[in-house]
């Protein structure tokens, strides 16, 4: 086992190794009985106590102590990756208080089979069904026995008399098998719903888990959401899903902060909103591989998605996706923060390929995203982009240095929503966050693109956020024609900071179990391309900014464990290299506010 990823370091699956051994001998007790496997251990104790023996002495000692041929046993949990999965596929009357049974082996190890029936009248009968010749000692009835391995023989049925009929059929009962799905192990699907008291509490093994809360939510338009959160998954792994549904009340409309808004009622606005999410390994047909799919009606907005993964490696991965967004009348774009950045009526359908790679060196990580992606069948546009992002995470002594590439390459027509901002996210990444999807919390004052620098900004896009609002208004000397730069195409740009909150030791013992602030320096430089009236493509000029930064970051909600920290972020980009129209000042106090770091 020390060889096994780090010994020193404990790291990655060095415990697995206990675990599954521990594993391994449930199992081999399962096989051989409670009796027989407690002798043969002592045997083997008894042969190599004060000794050094390897997993082939083990093995060897079981075989010759119980004369029972276990080298399927052994090869199925120490020479392979195979894994178990029973299932029970049907179960019919067939007569008069007779029943068949029919079982699946999903998974590719054997091993044999014990399961119970209880009957209506509350009575249980176990049975036991053989692999091999050999048949532990057991007060079970015995079966015929299972011929077959692997993908050989995969389906057996078995006919049972039960006086009364059948009320629930179980397969280990005692749950010592170790199987990977026990969710196909009885004849009822076994799931139980609790409240969701937002304590973390330990999966459940044995049972599909499902937590209800209700939820409260706001935004200008639908005014308060009442409403109620459903989820659901069995071993945080798979049939993984999320629900919430909303009723929308429209009280207090415009109420937080105010917005020049008509208040609209019911003949306006959809009075249910939801927003659905559902995730599930799929290993049993590619490895390592991952499916998921959402919907939602929710902010004017009806969008749905659906993602493949498959990780190729610990560093590696690679995901193919589609993505649906259609907002049907004008009214839909009041939610929105930039209403005049996305069309009402027009399908924005695209597809996807994604490839990512982590890496480590020395005192530092990093990760590489590439996005290629393009409309798709139903859309109302046309385009196609490639997206290359690379972030970097240093440890220079007491301080912390990110930084982050970002690169696009664009053409045809693009949704708005779905361009490459200058400042931050676009509207189609705003969508992402459920504090700045609509207006609801941020200032009106502060939205819009001007002539002067604004005061919110969202990490994305290109970052530079010491132009957030600002429509960037460029001279092309050519043609003579002024363009707005704050979205475009294609683009390039380079953001770093430098966290310093290690030097300072500020931490009031009043805040410091739940309060977490993050002191930096920022610098972020980039560039943004158009087309000319000619159709000529153009670079526009090179942009920079620099300043202070501070995230708040609220890490513990006390008892609360699963709501998510929250991250206030205020950015002061003191420095400009290119001053907007309504101002000369390129050294001038200036701030942003936004939800989470920029990257």
Known sequence: SDAFNSA???????????????????NLQYVLG????????????????????????????????????????????????????YAISRVKKSGVDSFQIKFTRRGRSQMPLDFSVTAVDGNQYDFHIPNTWFTKKTTAMVLPK????????????????????????????????ADIYMLNNYKKFPA????????????????????????????????????????????????????????????????????????????????????????????????????????KLLDGLWGGSGNFSIQTNANNAITLGVKSMYRSKNFDLNYLLYPEQWLAGNMNTQASLGLEHKYRYLKGNGKINALL?????????????????????????????????IGRIGTGDP???????????????????????????????????????NHFQQGGGLNLRGYSGYQASELN??????????????????????????????????????????????????FISYETNAEEFALGRLRADAGLGFAFTIKRWGVLEKVKPFTLRVDLPLFVNRVPAASDQYFAFRYVVGIGRTF
């Open 415 to 453: 949704a708005p929503e779905s361009e490459l901002y200058l400042a931050g996210a676009s509207p189609e990444e705003l969508m992402e966050s459920k504090f700045v999807r609509s207006k609801a919390f941020v200032p009106e004052d502060w939205l819009g693109y001007g002539e002067d620098i």
């Open 192 to 295: 139980r719903l609790y409240f969701d008291s937002q304590v973390n509490n330990l999966p459940d093994w044995k049972q599909y888990q499902l937590y209800w809360r209700p939820d409260i939510w706001y935004n200008a338009v639908d005014g308060i959401k009442a409403g109620l959160h459903l989820e659901g998954n069995y071993f945080e792994l798979k049939h993984k899903f999320s629900l919430t549904a909303w009723f929308n009340t429209t009280l207090l409309q415009n109420g937080i902060p105010k917005y020049d808004l008509e208040e609209a009622g019911f003949d306006s606005i959809v009075p249910v909103s939801f927003n659905f999410s559902y995730q599930t390994n799929t290993h049993r047909f590619i490895r390592n591989s991952t499916l998921e799919v959402s919907a």
């Open 146 to 177: 299972w011929y077959g391995w692997d993908r050989l023989q995969q389906r057996y049925s078995c006919s049972l008399f039960i006086p009364s009929g059948i009320k629930e059929v179980v397969i280990d009962p005692g749950f010592r098998l």
């Open 477 to 526: 000397k050519n043609d003579s024609s002024v363009y707005a730069l704050y979205s475009g195409k294609s683009g390039l740009a380079f953001s770093s900071e430098l966290d310093f909150d290690n030097l300072i030791r500020f931490k009031p013992g009043i805040s410091k179990s739940w309060l977490h602030v993050d002191t930096y320096l920022f610098a972020d430089a980039g």
């Open 8 to 26: 020193v370091g404990h790291g990655g699956g060095y415990r697995h190794v206990y675990y599954k051994g521990a594993t391994m001998l449930l």
């Open 373 to 405: 992606r393009s409309s798709s069948l139903f859309s109302d546009y046309s385009y196609s982009d490639l997206t290359v992002t690379v972030i970097n995470k240093n440890k220079l002594g007491k301080l912390d240095c990110n930084t982050r590439f």
């Open 34 to 85: 409670d009796s027989l496997f407690q002798q043969a251990m002592k045997h083997y104790f008894n042969q190599w106590k004060f000794c050094h023996p390897y997993p082939e002495d083990f093995r060897n000692s079981i075989i010759q102590f119980t004369h029972v041929d276990l080298n399927w046993f052994f090869d199925q949990w120490m020479e392979s990756t195979k894994t178990i999965d």
